[in-house]
């Protein structure tokens, strides 16, 4: 039986081609952070800019260095990555945790925390957005340093790898992994050494590694220092993406990754970036890409752009595994998810979700034309995802892993206090920007909980409509008349064996027929990659051996594509109760038609806004491979 990558990484330790994988994929976003962050809270184009003084630079240094201990370390690594469901991570899996746990008598709560964390997801989609054009934009940036004659074809060649980028998303993130890890593994040696080599200049910035550094900054510069948070709080995107990505690699490969490679890597060239702003404040244009050699800079230009094409990875890779997510509890229709992996379940390429997001970053790119345009947009998602993942872990740790509240509030109170800080300084460029996440996120947050309030109306008019099955052919047994039988097999499709098809209650209710032989099939998607054939086909005769009536019940891997025909003919005559004539087989499909209501539950906008969400999902007759000249539509009309 195929495992997760959790549980492959237990019992026979940890396989470094995870690690190797996770570089590639996980940490792409948050590795290349040190391109722009530091130039971004000394860029004199700031509406708030931080002067550039070595009281200042000791300051921001040392809160980089604790905004990456307490929000990356100690709130992810540590915490949420524990928070797994069935091996997935990610604010969705989250929501689910929070829902089977909650606390009786405080549902109230638990839903208020699910509402907040469905926010948080549609806020890292928005991030999942705005990360391929800043991170591209800002490597690409590099040539204006190099060559600024080619300034004017930063956004054109930007555009190119964004292009390329989502094409290649169809391989997986596997392969992406195995290609991107080498790279990104040189990208961290590289960041180091141009670090060490900064310090070297001046050893003295090493005392910003204690914390009363960033204290001082803090309380006794505050007006200074609470607008530099909106800059700093970008040493942390990313964050999230090692939570969203959890499904691919697994915990214990993550926090290897972080805490042997990452984290060194990136506070070594924070480091050494804030010794040569201290040598020469005029440094401050392009920190990162002035520490290497001259001879050096086109290399790491070019390196800085493949790394950034990984940081895209990051978060395209966790945008399909929230998307698959929400489409699983409900929160977004049924779209066409691709398992790349044989190996890892949470491996998937969601189509799309991909082309969706190639317009969004392209638009972006072309929009805004620069990183530092995009810089005020790009903390205020991650800062108010990072505060709501906060609060539903704190709630999970109360519910599920019963902690005592006192312990749990000597944790939430300061995590909560940094994480609202972050949330208030990026407050300040709403105007500048970070109106856009917010804009993104609430259109998000609009349309998934549209489609999960649309949908529990329909479903339950349509539990309602259906009836349960065994009642049906018991009676059909006994209708007086009985409907006329007319010779062949028909198939029909349902979601489990507990209702009857509509299309099947349509056929025996309004044309008053039905076939000799009745097949019922539902098919179920396994947490394995591949079925046995002897564990595939499931039967049950409803309570009649002799009555032509059965439900078949077909189980696939999550590699498979679900192929009807084909199972069915794995059948034997005697357990269908009669042979199927498969070769004049007809397949019915259940399919509800919806119209807005006079008197809708839901408002008038949001019914309709439900039913055009409806027309993007995938077509079950070419999901199930059904033949098309013998497949036959039927339903009911249900008004919402």
């Known amino acids: 039986m195929t495992k997760t990558a959790t549980e492959r990484e237990t019992g026979q330790g940890i396989r470094p081609g995870l690690i190797l994988g996770a570089l590639g994929v996980v940490f792409g976003d948050i590795g290349t952070s040190p391109i722009y962050a530091l130039r971004a809270v000394f860029d004199p184009g700031d509406p708030h800019p931080v002067p550039i003084r070595a009281e200042n630079v000791f300051g921001v240094v040392s809160l980089v260095f604790w905004s990456m201990v307490i929000i990356v370390t100690a ?26 746990w909650a606390v009786p008598g405080r549902k109230r709560l638990a839903a208020v925390l699910a509402a907040l964390g469905i926010f948080g997801a549609a806020l890292f989609l928005g991030d999942s957005m705005i990360t391929p054009a800043i991170s591209v934009l800002s490597a690409v940036e590099g040539l204006e340093i190099v060559a600024p004659p080619m300034a004017r074809a930063v956004v ?11 094409l290649v998303q169809r391989r997986g993130t596997g392969t992406v992994g195995r290609l991107f890890g080498p790279v990104m593994l040189v990208w961290f040696a590289t960041i180091a050494a141009c670090g060490i080599g900064g310090i070297a200049r001046d050893p003295a910035i090493l005392k910003a ?64 970036q804030g010794a040569l702003i201290l040598d020469d404040p005029r440094h401050a244009a392009s920190p990162l890409f002035l520490l290497a050699p001259g001879w050096a800079r086109l290399p790491v230009v070019a390196l800085a752009t493949a790394a950034t094409v990984i940081a895209s990875q990051a978060v395209i890779s966790g945008a399909y595994s929230v998307a698959a997510q929400a489409i699983r509890i409900g929160y977004l229709p049924r779209l066409r998810v691709v398992h790349t992996s044989a190996s890892t379940p949470g491996r998937i390429y969601v189509p799309w979700i991909n082309w969706l997001l190639m317009v ?50 000597c944790a939430a109170i300061p995590l909560l206090c940094v994480d609202l800080l972050f949330v208030a300084a990026n407050l300040t460029k709403l105007v500048h920007g970070a109106w856009l996440p917010l804009l993104i996120g609430s259109v998000a947050f609009v349309l998934m909980t549209t489609w999960q309030r649309g949908r529990g109306v329909v479903m339950a008019e349509r539990e309602r409509r259906e009836g349960a099955l065994r009642e049906f052919v018991e009676d059909l047994r006994h209708r007086d008349p009985r409907p006329a039988v007319v010779e062949g097999t028909a198939v029909f499709l349902n979601r489990g064996k ?49 009555d032509g009536i059965v439900h078949v019940t077909v189980r696939i891997g999550y590699l498979e594509r679900p192929d009807v025909p084909a199972a069915l003919a794995q059948l034997d005559p005697e357990e269908t109760e009669g042979l199927l004539d498969l070769d004049t087989a007809t397949y019915f499909l259940s399919e509800i038609e919806l119209s807005p209501a006079e008197e809708s539950i839901m408002s008038r906008w949001r019914s309709r806004l439900f039913i055009a969400m409806s027309y993007i999902s995938a077509d079950a007759a070419d999901h199930f491979n059904l033949p098309r000249d013998r497949t036959v539509v039927m339903g009911a009309r249900i008004e919402i």
């Open 498 to 546: 507990e209702l009857a098809p509509l299309a099947l209650r349509a056929n025996v209710e309004r044309n008053h027929v039905r076939h000799r032989q009745i097949v019922i099939l539902s098919v179920e998607t396994e947490s394995t990659p591949r079925v046995p054939p002897g564990d595939r086909i499931r039967i049950d005769h409803l309570g009649y051996t002799d």
């Open 360 to 409: 969004s970053v392209l638009t972006l790119a072309f929009a805004f034309r620069s990183s530092t345009a995009l810089a005020s947009a790009y903390g205020m998602a991650v800062t108010c995802t990072i505060t709501i993942t906060t609060l539903l872990l704190c709630y999970l740790a109360y519910a599920k892993w019963q902690l005592p509240p006192w312990l749990i509030a």
């Open 209 to 272: 590694l204690s914390p009363t550094y960033a204290a001082g900054f803090l309380f006794g510069h505050f007006g200074v220092a609470f607008f530099a948070l909106a800059a700093i709080v970008l040493v942390v995107t990313g964050a999230e993406a090692l939570y969203a990505d959890l499904g691919h690699f697994g915990r214990r490969s993550i926090t290897r990754a972080w805490l042997l490679v990452v984290f060194p890597a990136c506070l070594l060239s924070y480091l050494g």
């Open 156 to 166: 054109p060649i930007t555009a190119v790898i964004i292009l390329v980028l989502f």
């Open 75 to 100: 709130t992810y690594v540590l915490i949420a990555l524990r928070a797994d469901h069935d091996g997935e991570g990610g604010i969705m899996a989250l929501i689910t945790l929070v829902r089977r």
